[in-house]
């Protein structure tokens, strides 16, 4: 058991308690447990402040108004009480001490795209350093140490608690994605960290944030708020955003490491050569010319590599030993991957791109790796922000050769009005002779791989390292990279 003041907490009355645990959700609560009943988009947690009283929480975290939704209950009780004006801040530092310590290093980046790659090329130079490290984010815990997790940037006892456990099983690297959600919710803070990235910043999540302008401040919580004055701040200067956030950053100190094409980036990308299975790369660490090979298909990934690499020197490795890792780096799961090659040569990739700048940047990036014709598999999920699909279709339109649309994850929305939007947005772009529309995504990428010719090459679009279809309330077993290859191999007749 801890005591509110050990975890520094005062609750109203200068009452104490001896907590047992912390729980979010009133069915998690048992004697002794702190409950946060946080302000959420639909009810505030207060409602649930009577039912955590009745398991017998010991103390309750909450705002001004969840004590006054609740003030009958909480009078007749003797739990303490803590009202704090940021009641989520609140709970993550709280969580952060309740949980233990973390590893001694951890990094975190943000932006639009580009930050699962980037912490996972974090954690394979770390590998290749023989340092014992992890990435933490969409895809899970991944690294020395594995753990599932269900949201990118997890609830904050959550976070802690993997973070403690980490540690505790000889982690002494992190690299996590900062999401804008969870930097809103401020599940982040009481993670200290050594470095923060930024990787680009474009239109995604206006249903959470509805203005670009908010969605951009959430993001900039991680420097402004997460990262201390004494961190290191690895920003894209390429990025139309990345002066405002080199400027957000040295007006709180923090030491900047500009990275990009852009003349003021001490890791400066200066050239590249593309080819069938890679790229070489050239480019200037404080003015010092290097050359390296990546084994990652599409330019972009230099700019994610180069960005990973800032991190991992900004926490303390030596930057020589950093590039000397590079051409060892492998793509991660559903990234530009390589899902299957057909008898003829044509290439079939899978790329998580599920916003139209991501889409243009990956069918941009593809094309000096592809001698014939790129074709596009594109849809856009159910539930999410609506004002990005007519930009999906266009963006496919504007840079592939050929486009299919179909389903992504249709959730609770009618799938047919989902392709109709996106379809809208590839018909006004133009080419409408080449745009097909299949609503079953199996079915797309059969179609999409039969239509390939020696030279051509197709991506997938949408889903990446995603295994399940969401229809409704139900997830459906589906896998991109394994439908690409049973795909291959039926029109192959190897089955």
């Not at 959420?40 to 398991?55: D, N, P, S």
């Not at 799961?333 to 599920?354: K, S």
């Not at 745009?435 to 079915?443: P, S, Y």
Request: charged share 20%; aromatic share 4%; with cysteine.
């Amino acid at each position: 058991m801890t005591s509110l003041a050990e975890l520094g907490l005062t609750a109203q009355g200068g009452r104490e308690a001896q907590i047992t645990g912390l729980a979010v959700d009133s069915r998690d609560v048992k004697p002794g447990f702190l409950f946060a009943a946080l302000p959420g988009a639909q009810v505030h947690g207060g409602e649930f402040i009577q039912y955590a009283l009745r398991m017998q929480a010991s103390a309750i975290l909450t705002d001004a108004e969840g004590a006054a939704i609740a003030a009958t209950e909480l009078a007749a009780s003797d739990a303490a009480l803590i009202i704090a004006q940021d009641p989520r801040q609140a709970l993550a530092q709280t969580a952060s001490l309740w949980s233990g310590a973390h590893p001694a290093t951890v990094v975190a980046v943000t932006g639009t795209n580009g930050k699962t790659s980037i912490s996972t090329f974090c954690r394979q130079i770390w590998e290749e350093l023989g340092i014992a490290g992890v990435n933490l984010g969409t895809t899970g815990v991944e690294g020395a140490w594995t753990h599932p997790l269900k949201h990118t940037t997890p609830e904050p006892i959550t976070l802690h608690r993997v973070l403690a456990q980490a540690a505790q099983n000889g982690i002494t690297h992190v690299a996590m994605e900062a999401s804008s959600h969870g930097l809103d919710q401020r599940r982040l803070d009481g993670v200290i960290l050594t470095a923060a990235g930024f990787s680009n910043f474009s239109q995604d999540h206006l249903d959470y944030h509805k203005t670009f302008e908010a969605y951009f401040d959430a993001k900039m919580g991680l420097f402004e708020r997460v990262l201390s004055e004494d961190g290191v701040a690895v920003v894209n200067l390429d990025d139309l955003k990345g002066a405002d956030v080199a400027a957000i950053c040295s007006a709180r100190g923090q030491e900047i490491i500009g990275v990009g094409r852009h003349p003021d980036a001490r890791l400066r990308l200066t050239g590249q050569r593309f080819d069938a299975t890679g790229q070489d790369v050239l480019f200037e660490w404080q003015g010092r010319a290097r050359q390296t090979r990546l084994e990652l298909i599409g330019g972009f990934q230099a700019e994610n590599v180069l960005l990973a690499a800032g991190l991992v020197i900004a926490a303390g490795a030596d930057p020589a030993d950093v590039f000397d890792t590079l051409p060892y780096l492998q793509t991660v799961r559903g990234r530009m991957e390589l899902a299957a090659t057909r008898d003829t040569g044509a290439a079939i990739f899978v790329d998580y791109a599920h916003t139209p700048d991501a889409v243009e940047t990956a069918l941009k990036a593809m094309r000096p790796h592809v001698m014939g014709r790129i074709v596009v598999i594109v849809g856009a999920g159910g539930d999410r922000d609506t004002a990005k699909r007519p930009l999906m279709g266009a963006a496919a339109t504007q840079n592939a050769d050929i486009v299919i649309i179909t389903d992504d994850n249709p959730r609770s929305e009618d799938p047919a009005s989902i392709r109709a939007a996106v379809m809208a947005g590839a018909v006004n772009a133009g080419g409408s002779d080449s745009i097909t529309e299949v609503g079953d995504r199996a079915e797309a990428i059969l179609r999409g791989i039969d239509m390939l010719d020696a030279g051509d090459a197709l991506l997938i679009a949408g889903k990446g390292h995603e295994s399940g279809q969401v229809v409704g309330d139900t997830v459906l077993p589906f896998d991109d990279v394994e439908q690409a290859s049973v795909a291959v191999a039926a029109l192959e007749g190897r089955i």
